[in-house]
Nanobody, 125 residues
Framework: QVQLAESGGGSVQAGGSLRLSCRAS????????MGWFRQAPGKALEGVAA???????KYAASVMGRYTISNDNAENSLYLQMNGLKPEDTARYYC???????????????????WGQGILVTVSS
């Protein structure tokens, strides 16, 4: 059974930084695509960033230049470094894996098979 466990969330002031981590267990082989989604209160689910099996990365326009996604295959881990945080970044962030080859249409949530329970990030102004 695949399980994803997120950590590193919390509260920070605008302009601050946080680093989210996600540890995957029970997944055999190297996933084609892993990523992060987020959902703010009362808003739709949003794809934040993704990384494919070759290390190519993709970002939502809203986080480009501020967020960095990375992974460590040896540790079965995924990371999201978030800098220059804004109040509008406040959301529950979800780690996802089991996505499509080359992260095609990665921003569509139903392209990912496995989801973590999510972790809260709160940015105050």
């Amino acid at each position: 059974q695949v399980q994803l466990a997120e950590s590193g969330g919390g509260s920070v002031q605008a302009g601050g930084s946080l680093r989210l981590s996600c540890r995957a267990s029970g997944y055999s082989g190297k996933p084609y695509c892993m990523g992060w989604f987020r959902q703010a209160p009362g808003k739709a689910l949003e794809g934040v960033a993704a990384i494919d099996s070759d290390g190519a990365t993709k970002y939502a326009a809203s986080v480009m230049g501020r967020y960095t996604i990375s992974n460590d295959n040896a540790e079965n881990s995924l990371y999201l470094q978030m800098n220059g945080l804004k109040p509008e970044d406040t959301a529950r962030y979800y780690c996802v894996t089991g996505g499509p080859p080359e992260c095609r249409r990665w921003f569509e949530g139903d392209r990912f098979e496995y989801w973590g329970q999510g972790i809260l990030v709160t940015v105050s102004s």
